[in-house]
Structures are given as structure tokens and as C-alpha cells.
């Protein structure tokens, strides 16, 4: 049963262009919304968030929109530089139990942003 | 100055062993946790755990234990390895609490059980 999800394995984008990577969710208890970069060998690095009470959050080159009622959340790159190669993950947050808060990942959407 | 590190990053044993992954994280949070990222590349929570509570998701084997020795660290022991253990192992942390907007993790430590 996958909470989240990131539709798309992969996506090609040429320099300069915009990068948009997808995803959606089915917990409607989900609270915040965050994008993770991730090189090989490497762990998931933090790159934006968004909480559920608002639509869009911007920092640089990078966007998130949110639209609560479809269950979906788009994360925008602009422009896409070569460096922005690597696995996106979506992961939204929930409460557990207690206070205690822990975050679900959906499956990662591969990046290659072409020179 | 790494904020969450793990060691061993590659860790090769036999089935049937027993092991531990280490994880220590600098940034004074107080909940830690341990993901776990299988061969479809899911990342899944095993564990959390602050200096109060240990939240542990209903489908991880007994075989996997979190010990604590301070909130600083968050050792993950497995017994009785098997070879569906082979993963990479993920801990992260953050802050206690709805306050926190992110977790941080370390670099992982790849396991394989042959």
C-alpha cells in the first residue's frame, strides 16, 4: 500500500529548461511535504518542503507546489543544471503516535539534466 | 563535520551472523530513526526512537533491535542474518516533536548477506 507515489522511474531534461517531477499521495493525515536529492552512494539530502496548509513554497531554483485537494505535489527546477543529476524522492509526514512524526518516501523519480 | 554518520558503510557477512551498523548524529536532536532502502528502492521507516518512546513498524522482524546509549546514538543490531536482509541501511534524525520540517541522514551502510 503505497502512500506516496512518484509515477515517473525517470525523467530527461536538457539544460536550462525546467524540470518538474511529480508526486502524489492517498494519506490525507500527511502534514508536511518534502523533497530529498539523493547521489549514488550517498544518503538523501533535504531540499524543500511545503506544509499542508499552503500551496507553494520557493527557494532558488527550486519550487514546490501543492494541491491538497488532488493529492498531488509537483517540485519545479529552474533552470535544471547538470549538478541537479539524481534521484528526487517525495516523502510526506505524518504523525505516528505520541508526538512522535516520521516520514514516508515514495519510490524516487531518477533526474538526468542533459548539457 | 558530518551531523549524522554511520559506520560501516559496506558490510559483507554469512547468514546466520550477527551485526551491528553504528549511527551517531552531531546536531543535538533528540529522535533518531532507521530506514531501510531494499531492492526496489523504497525507503521505509524500521524505527524511531527518542529518549522516551521506541515506535517500531509492525513489519520488522524481531531479528532487528535498536539500542540507544545516549540520544546522541542509534546502533541497529541484527541477529540471525538472512539473505533478504541485503539492503542499504539508512539512519537519520530530528528534531522532537510537530516543529521539525526536516530529518537528516547519513550516507547509509550497504549490506549484503551471502
Known amino acids: 500500500d503505497q502512500q506516496v507515489k512518484q509515477n515517473s522511474p525517470s525523467l530527461s531534461v536538457q539544460e536550462g529548461r525546467i524540470s518538474i517531477l511529480n508526486c502524489d499521495y492517498t494519506?490525507?493525515?500527511?502534514?508536511?511535504f518534502l523533497w530529498y536529492k539523493k547521489y549514488p552512494a550517498e544518503g538523501p539530502t533535504f531540499l524543500i518542503s511545503?506544509?499542508?496548509?499552503?500551496d507553494k513554497n520557493e527557494d532558488g531554483r527550486f519550487t514546490v507546489f501543492l494541491n491538497k485537494s488532488a493529492k498531488h505535489l509537483s517540485l519545479h527546477i529552474v533552470p535544471s543544471q547538470p549538478g541537479d543529476s539524481a534521484v528526487y524522492f517525495c516523502?510526506?509526514?505524518?504523525?505516528?503516535?505520541?508526538?512522535?512524526?516520521?516520514?514516508?518516501f515514495g519510490k524516487g523519480t531518477k533526474l538526468s539534466v542533459i548539457p | 563535520d558530518t551531523a549524522v554518520s554511520q559506520t560501516p558503510k559496506y558490510l559483507v557477512t554469512q547468514m546466520g551472523n550477527d551485526k551491528s551498523i553504528k549511527c551517531e548524529q552531531n546536531?543535538?536532536?533528540?529522535?533518531m530513526y532507521w530506514y531501510k532502502q531494499d531492492s526496489k528502492k523504497f525507503l521505509k521507516i524500521m524505527f524511531s526512537?527518542?529518549?522516551?518512546?521506541?515506535?517500531i513498524n509492525e513489519t520488522v522482524p524481531n531479528r532487528f533491535s535498536p539500542k540507544s546509549p545516549d540520544k546522541a546514538h542509534l546502533n541497529l543490531h541484527i541477529n540471525s542474518l538472512e539473505l533478504g536482509d541485503s539492503a542499504v541501511y539508512f539512519c537519520?534524525?530530528?528534531?522532537?516533536?510537530?516543529?521539525?520540517?526536516?530529518?537528516?541522514f547519513g550516507q547509509g551502510t550497504r549490506l549484503t548477506v551471502v
Open positions: 494519506n490525507s493525515m500527511f502534514d508536511y
Open positions: 537519520a534524525s530530528s528534531r522532537t516533536g510537530g516543529s521539525w520540517t526536516e530529518a537528516f
Open positions: 526512537y527518542n529518549n522516551k518512546e521506541l515506535i
Open positions: 546536531l543535538g536532536h533528540d529522535t
Open positions: 516523502a510526506a509526514r505524518a504523525d505516528s503516535g505520541a508526538g512522535s512524526y516520521q516520514l514516508t
Open positions: 511545503i506544509s499542508s496548509i499552503k
